[in-house]
Each structure stands twice: as structure tokens, then as C-alpha cells.
Nanobody, 117 residues
């Protein structure tokens, strides 16, 4: 079993910041990527950011100039620093972890981020 625990969501005004964290535990051998997707109502779930073991990163186009992901490979944790939040960022943010040889990634339960105008 893989356990992903997210925290840091909440309500913030436009222009504000939040920091999300995700801790992976359990059967996490061969973990090579950990990051975030988000689900905006009425839209397909979209990539936010990925942290790859060793420090490489990838961002979705809509957030790449405002969000930054960091990780601690030894602790199997990632953090997502979200700056310049906009109402359009309102979504449920889901942590994921992917593994070498896995058919699909594992998912957290999600944390709500709400940005007021």
C-alpha cells in the first residue's frame, strides 16, 4: 500500500500564497516521481508540477511562472509553493506518486484550495 497525505490547502485572497505538502509512505520502493495534479470544476484533471528523484521538475503551462515544487527524496516528501494565486487556481489539488514498473500512479485524497477575488 502507498499512502499519500496532503496538507496546506485553504482559503486565500487573490494574489496570496499557499504551500502544499505531500508525504509518501508505505510500499514506495522505486518511487521516481511525486507531484500534483488539480481538478478544476468542469475541467479535466490537469498537471500542476512534478518532482523527479534527483531534483528535476516539470510544470503545467498555467502555473509554471507562479508555482515552484521542491522535494526531499530521503523523506519522500514534496512541497508546492504557490504564489500569485488567482481565482482560476481554485481546485482540489491531488498529490501523486509514480513508481518504476507501475501500471499507474498512486493518488492522495486531495486538498481544497480556494482563491477569492
Amino acid at each position: 500500500q502507498v499512502h499519500l497525505v496532503e496538507s496546506g490547502g485553504g482559503l486565500v485572497q487573490a494574489g496570496g500564497s499557499l504551500r502544499l505538502s505531500c508525504v509518501a509512505s508505505g510500499d514506495i520502493a522505486n518511487l521516481y516521481a511525486q507531484g500534483w495534479y488539480r481538478q478544476i470544476p468542469g475541467k479535466q484533471r490537469e498537471l500542476v508540477a512534478v518532482w523527479y528523484t534527483g531534483g528535476s521538475t516539470k510544470y503545467g503551462d498555467s502555473v509554471k511562472d507562479r508555482f515552484r515544487i521542491s522535494g526531499d527524496d530521503a523523506k519522500n516528501t514534496v512541497e508546492l509553493q504557490m504564489n500569485g494565486l488567482e481565482p482560476e487556481d481554485t481546485a482540489v489539488y491531488y498529490c501523486f506518486a509514480d513508481f518504476l514498473g507501475a501500471d499507474r500512479p498512486s493518488w492522495g485524497r486531495g486538498t481544497q484550495v480556494t482563491v477569492s477575488s
